[in-house]
């Protein structure tokens, strides 16, 4: 297991470039799947989720090459439709593949993906929405099984918009008979990027952004390259790097619409923000204010950022109120920032963060990808030293953070427990 180690109260200032957005390439690389062709992607962050997602396609039987970011895929030999299980435990968001490969064998066999640590992580609408595009569904022993003659294209109501439902539905649509509807799709930047790269294999979507997703089912698919989206939540963990220890900071690379949510509450904080196209520079202020944080479906404010938020709200002047409205146990990092001195009490979805003026550097222990990040926010602007233990959680979803922190003038080290 690895940890950081770092050392709080160094203000972070300079210029950095965000990396491609995790969320937007995992469906994209699973999509790879569906044109039995060559694949060309820029952009894909290399962390530990698209390695196992790689990892996935080549045991499917896809030819695959990286470097420095370019990755080629080669799906036309796949032979195996079936998800390995203990892959499918240590990324539950591969269900992802479970659509692509639907969509095009018209069968697939995956594991249960497990729960994680911020909730049970259910996936009734994904199998909701197969069985009204016609696909039969087994469920034994912790498998799940489906097939299908052909994929009818139809209207599917979504009871919540969910951004994996939303992506899994397009995905085993691409080659259906006729139309297929989505409604109450999610609206996330991701499901455009992903609509985007679709359409230029050859794909025939519209919607995607809005409510309404319309997939017109096409023939075949033809060889593609496409370069993903920047990743809009490390963008807000980096300005959270400033924020919280009083640097300045110049974003670029990042389509800074897809993060007014986040500078509005960054503003509320009391940061000042200068906003352009595709780069954002932060100057943040002596004391940070606090402020009351609801997460929501975009474009409201996204449940990846809350608890990187919570703790850069740690050591803001007042109490917070802060509303997880996505996950239900989204607060699991709470406890070990209160083992640095933070002044926090749960009830439920709520929790009641009142600012204290400093952290203290302390032993904790990363619980999941955004929470552990939280750890490291918290730890850059305490007094003293913080050890973060099993940060691989942290590692699957940001390339190089340390680097990139460090570049800013913060003092991070890996330490390898072995
Ligand atoms: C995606 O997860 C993201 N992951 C999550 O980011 C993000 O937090 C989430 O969307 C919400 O924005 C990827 O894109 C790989 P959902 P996903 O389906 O698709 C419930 C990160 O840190 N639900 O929109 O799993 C679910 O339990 C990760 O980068 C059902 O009830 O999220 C949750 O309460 C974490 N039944 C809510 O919907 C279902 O069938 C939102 O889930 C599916 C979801």
């Given at each position: 297991m690895k940890s950081y180690i770092v050392e709080g109260g160094n203000i972070l200032s300079g210029e950095i470039?965000?990396?491609g957005s995790k969320n937007a390439s995992l469906p994209i690389l699973a999509a790879s799947i569906l044109n039995a062709n060559t694949t060309k992607l820029y952009n894909i962050p290399r962390i530990q989720d698209t390695k196992i997602t790689l990892k996935i396609l080549k045991l499917l039987g896809c030819e695959v090459k990286s470097k420095k970011g370019k990755i080629v895929i080669d799906s036309k030999n796949i032979y195996i439709t079936e998800i390995p299980e203990e892959l499918m435990r240590e990324m539950r968001s591969?269900?992802?593949?479970?659509?692509?490969?639907?969509g095009r064998f018209k069968k697939v066999k995956f594991s249960y993906p497990g729960g994680c640590d911020i909730g049970s992580r259910p996936i009734d609408l994904h199998l909701k929405a197969f069985r009204k595009l016609g696909i039969k569904i087994e469920e034994k022993s912790g498998f799940i099984t489906?097939?299908?003659?052909k994929i009818v294209g139809n209207e599917i109501s979504l009871d919540f918009p969910s951004v994996g439902a939303t992506e899994n539905i397009m995905l085993a649509s691409i080659f259906c008979e006729g139309v297929t509807y989505i409604k109450n799709s999610?609206?996330?930047?991701?499901?455009?990027?992903?609509?985007?790269?679709?359409?230029?294999?050859?794909?025939?979507i519209e919607g995607a952004g809005t409510s309404i997703i319309k997939i017109t089912g096409v023939k075949n698919l033809k060889e593609v390259s496409y370069n993903v989206m920047p990743d809009r939540i490390e963008a807000g963990t980096l300005l959270c790097a400033a924020a919280v220890t009083g640097g300045n900071l110049k974003l670029k690379n990042i389509e800074t619409e897809h993060i007014e949510a986040i500078i509005d509450k960054l503003r509320d904080m009391g940061c000042e923000l200068e906003v352009e196209k595709r780069q954002v520079e932060l100057k943040s202020i002596r004391k940070i204010k606090a402020i009351d944080?609801?997460?929501?479906?975009?474009?409201?404010f996204p449940t990846d950022l809350q608890s990187?938020?919570?703790?850069?709200?740690?050591?803001a002047k007042g109490t917070s109120i802060i509303t997880e409205n996505i996950f239900e146990s989204r607060y699991k990092c709470m406890s070990e920032l209160k083992r640095m001195g933070a002044k926090v009490t749960i009830d439920n979805r709520i929790a009641v963060i009142k600012g204290v003026r400093k952290l203290t550097g302390s032993n904790v222990k990363a619980t999941d990808l955004r929470g552990g990040a939280a750890l490291l926010i918290a730890a850059l602007s305490a007094k003293g030293k913080t050890k973060i233990d099993n940060i691989e959680y942290i590692l699957r979803g940001y390339e190089s953070l340390d680097k990139k922190l460090n570049k800013l003038g913060a003092k991070v080290y890996i330490k390898d427990n072995k």
């Open positions: 470039e965000v990396s591969s269900i992802i593949l479970a659509g692509a490969l639907i489906c097939t299908c003659d999610a609206l996330e930047p991701e499901i455009v990027d992903l609509q985007k790269f679709l359409n230029k294999m050859g794909a025939k944080i609801k997460t929501m479906p975009y474009p409201g990187i938020f919570s703790a850069v709200l740690t050591v």
